[in-house]
T-cell receptor, first 113, second 115 residues
Framework: AQSVTQLGSHVSVSEGALVLLRCNYS??????LFWYVQYPNQGLQLLLK??????LVKGINGFEAEFKKSETSFHLTKPSAHMSDAAEYFC???????????FGTGTRLQVFP | EPEVTQTPSHQVTQMGQEVILRCVPI?????FYWYRQILGQKVEFLVS????????KSEIFDDQFSVERPDGSNFTLKIRSTKLEDSAMYFC?????????????FGPGTRLTVL
């Protein structure tokens, strides 16, 4: 069975600091991996996705993630946090023969001035 | 930019009542999904729909649930007899092309409260 684990339900950083949100996946076949962001009272917005084309994936708002097969990880990073990055971030995985996205439990990012 | 819309934003109902949650997917999309998020828990897949039929459903999606695309624009989720445990945020999503690499675009959600 496939799943994702997000380490740390809450992450706090200062404005301008590096953002690192962790995601590890388990999948018996090469997965498709996604990061979504949810701002308060809004739906889920795609930040980026890995579809086996390139291991370093760049997304919107300056975020990027690196697929590391040896570590079964797909961590999300941003070099310099902005106040507007405060939100909940979800990692998700999908296998090739299924429609459904399987989400992690989410990480709430707080950014302090 | 095209977006998925959902109505209502908040629905309150009594246990045992039927509710219909409505979604308007992005207009050229062919694949439709419902997910739910119980407060404090993961976002969970309920059902996917393509070519006017269910293509996949989870174990949550029992006989109390049904989906329909009644016209060319709407996609609905019906819960026949609501239970307290159906209280959750329900998200509709749509995608343009075949899974698995296609992006699922999510609506803002409908918060369902069952009393």
């Amino acid at each position: 069975a496939q799943s994702v684990t997000q380490l740390g339900s809450h992450v706090s950083v200062s404005e301008g600091a590096l953002v690192l949100l962790r995601c590890n996946y388990s999948s018996s076949v090469p997965p498709y991996l996604f990061w979504y962001v949810q701002y308060p009272n809004q739906g889920l917005q795609l930040l980026l996705k890995y579809t086996s084309a390139a291991t370093l994936v760049k997304g919107i708002n300056g975020f990027e993630a690196e697929f590391k097969k040896s570590e079964t990880s797909f961590h999300l990073t941003k070099p310099s946090a902005h106040m507007s990055d405060a939100a909940e971030y979800f990692c998700a995985v999908r296998r090739g023969n299924t429609d459904k996205l399987i989400f992690g439990t989410g990480t709430r990012l707080q950014v302090f001035p | 930019e095209p977006e998925v819309t959902q109505t209502p934003s908040h629905q309150v109902t009594q246990m045992g009542q039927e509710v219909i949650l409505r979604c308007v997917p992005i207009s050229n999309h062919l694949y439709f999904y419902w997910y739910r998020q119980i407060l404090g828990q993961k976002v969970e897949f309920l059902v996917s729909f393509y070519n006017n039929e269910i293509s996949e459903k989870s174990e949550i999606f029992d006989d109390q649930f049904s989906v329909e695309r009644p016209d060319g624009s709407n996609f609905t989720l019906k819960i026949r007899s609501t239970k307290l445990e159906d209280s959750a945020m329900y998200f509709c999503a749509s995608s343009e092309s075949d899974p698995p690499a296609s992006t699922q675009y999510f609506g803002p959600g409908t918060r369902l409260t069952v009393l």
